[in-house]
Structures are given as C-alpha cells and as structure tokens.
C-alpha cells in the first residue's frame, strides 16, 4: 500500500508523546508500506535526525517558523478553529500534500491530530485516516479549572472551540483512531462508533536485559517531556506535595526529574535532593539508577509512554487513578496506585522497605506491558485500519 503519512512536526528526536508516536507507526508500516512523509517544523532538520527516518521512501519537511505561527494566531480570531489548529495553519502543506498525493499515486493518507484540519486538500481519489491521538477537548476543559483567572476565558473559549471541532473533522475522514477509550468516550457517539482503540506501543530496547548499576542514585524519577502543561503540574505535586507527606514520616527522597525543556519552575527545585536533568540522549539509563518510577498525574489525558516504558523496564512503578484508566493495570499487583500525597508516602516506603514486594511489582508490570502494549502488535491494528481506507 502506498501511504502518505502528515505530521505537524518531525518526529525525531523523540522527546514528546505525538513524536514518539509517529515514530514508531512509521518504522512499524515501512516494513509492509510505501511510506512517504510530509511534516512541518519550526526548526531546520539536520541530516543525523533525517537519517534516522531512513526508511520513509521520501520526506519533505515544511518550514513553519515563529513569524508565521504568530500571523497564524491573529488570524485565529476570524475563524472558529481551534487555536491550535490555527497555530499549525500551512498553505504550503496543503499544496505538498495535494502534489504528492498525485505523483505517488497515494493510496491512503494517514494524518496525526486535528492539528493539521486547516492544511488538507481535496480528498480526491485516496482514503484518508486521522488519528486523533488524545481528545484534546477533555485535557483543555481540566485546564479552565488549573488556570490562573486571567487565562480561563481564553481556556473555555478553547475547548469550546476544540469539542467542535473533534467531532466536525470527523466527517472528513474513511477512518479514525484514539489512543484510549476515556478519550474516545469524549467523541459524539456517532463518531466513536467508527474510531479504533489503538493504543501506543513499548519500543523493544525498553524490554532488552539491561544491567541496573549496583548503587541507584535516585529514590524516585518523573520522566517525560518536563515543559508540557500536565507534567510541569504533576512534577509540582510530587516536589510540593508528595515530597513533604514523606517528610512528615521521616524520609527526604533523592528524585529525579528526567526530560527536555524543563519549565522555569521546574529548575528552581533542583539541589542536593533534587536532580532536574533537561535533555538526556536515552531515558533508560536515568530509569535504571532510580528505585521506583513515579508518575503523580493530575493532569492531561491519554495513555501514558512514561508508565509504559519504566514497566517496561521492571521497575516498580506508582500512579494516580487518572493515568492507570487509560492503562487499565491492576493496582497492587502491576503497578501501585495512589490518589492522594500521603497514600503516595506509605506506598514510597514500604516498596522501598520491602524490596522483595517491590521487585513482584516490578517483574509483573513489565508481563503486563510485554503482554499487551507491544509496538508489532499496535501496528498491526493500525495497518489494517488503514487498509479498510482503501478506495
């Protein structure tokens, strides 16, 4: 099948969810497809991060820089897409995907978010696919609550604007997907009836025997891209909440917050018992030297890479309700999960007392997780969804 995959940045390096995503759909159809890439980016790509999409058959990345995203945000205000939407606005993907879907005689375009609604063509003769990855509308109406009262109007206005447009761009699509059912239920049920459940995957050097060093220098690590609104939030749970309900018992931890493009605040809490790292080139060997993985969120939506890849790993892992119901893992015995500060303190120490309790959880996390959040599988179920698109 030839494919024509369209992305609103280039999916490499992989330090945020929609790039990981894409990156591992992408290797996973190249194996079995014609796979060509249209992508925009703010930035040039250099030829490493291009050689790492070898086995794309073509890749065209669109320059979108600042002065254009800025045009596009004044613009927003005459139409009734979503800021984001109009963020990612690019007359010049629009002509790239048109071309390309001619001259590579393009079976099914596969398009990644809604962000992208702006820049479609006509649908002309191929099948077209979304995935919408998470429902944005649900993470956008939590933020109308977290907000600070001079950002609310803009938040409802918002997701206002994104409910809409979630279930009115789904006529324009032979086939859709959604990484969770807690975001698919947010769709219109005449919409949810027709989006496939396809979840992310665990890349397989995740499930590689990797050697934990002999002394592990963090109690606890958070990981993940450490500027993005929900983990800043959770990040700030764990340091100003979680933190001192296990001093209350006696314990400072030693924590790790592992990530690119760490926020203001998030720096302001590193020092002796706090590592806040930025960039790192493999999260794996930041996984390794901690104890426990913990992931306290309390914001955002979807499945989360960060549960997958430290189960993934065997190491024990901590949770709230909102993150483990798109993962569906069994508290107590897969994973641990907490919903309030000090319910996170107990569980902290008595894994880290019992290290026998917390190596069961660990080995059963990474069963669970090899079980079903395989990447082969992920991308079995979404080449099939793909080929239903065929006209």
Not at 164 to 191: H, K, M, N, T
Not at 257 to 267: D, E, F, S, Y
Not at 270 to 283: E, L, M, Y
Not at 317 to 335: E, F
């Amino acid at each position: 099948m030839k494919l024509l995959v369209a992305l609103s940045r280039f999916p490499w390096p992989i330090e945020k969810g929609d790039k990981l995503r894409a990156y591992y759909q992408l290797r996973g159809l190249a194996e079995e497809h014609e796979v060509h890439l249209i992508c925009l980016n703010e930035a040039p790509v250099s030829e490493p991060d291009r050689r790492q999409l070898d086995f794309c058959s073509s890749i065209q990345v669109i320059p979108h820089p600042k002065f254009k995203v800025a045009l596009n945000l004044a613009g927003a205000i005459f139409n009734r897409a979503p800021f984001q939407v109009n963020y990612f606005r690019s007359g010049a993907m629009k002509r790239a995907l048109a071309e390309t879907i001619h001259r590579e005689k393009i079976e099914v375009v596969y398009v990644q978010l809604i962000r992208l609604g702006l820049n479609l063509p006509d649908k002309g003769a191929a099948g077209w696919f979304l995935d919408y990855m998470d429902a944005f509308s649900i993470g956008m109406e939590k933020r109308i609550r977290q907000s600070r009262a001079a950002m609310r109007p803009f938040a409802r206005i918002e997701a206002r604007r994104l409910r809409a447009y979630e279930a009115a761009l789904a006529g324009r699509f032979d086939g859709c997907s959604i990484i969770s059912e807690r975001d698919g239920e947010a769709l219109p049920p005449a919409v949810r009836k027709r989006t496939e459940i396809i979840p992310n995957g665990v890349g397989e050097g995740f499930f590689a025997e990797l050697d934990r060093p002999a002394t592990l220098d963090f109690d606890l690590i958070f990981f993940g891209n450490m500027g993005y609104h929900p983990n800043v939030q959770s990040a700030r749970y764990l340091v100003e909440e979680v933190i001192p309900a296990l001093e209350a018992r006696g314990f400072t931890p030693k924590i790790c917050l592992a990530g690119a493009r760490p926020a203001p605040l998030l720096q302001s809490y590193a020092g002796p018992n706090v590592t806040v790292t930025g960039f790192v080139d493999d999260i794996r060997a930041w996984v390794l030297r901690s104890k426990l993985a913990i992931a306290p969120l309390i914001a955002g939506q979807g499945l989360q890479n960060k549960l997958l890849e430290s189960m993934a790993m065997g190491v024990p892992t901590l949770t709230t309700p909102l993150a483990n119901s798109a993962l569906q893992a069994v508290n107590g015995r897969d994973i641990v999960v907490c919903d309030s500060p000090p319910d996170f303190a107990v569980a902290i120490l008595e894994l880290l007392q019992s290290p026998e309790k917390a190596a069961q959880i660990g080995a059963a996390g990474r069963e669970f997780v090899s079980r079903n959040y395989r990447w082969r599988a992920m991308n079995s179920q979404l080449s099939a969804a793909l080929d239903k698109c065929r006209r």
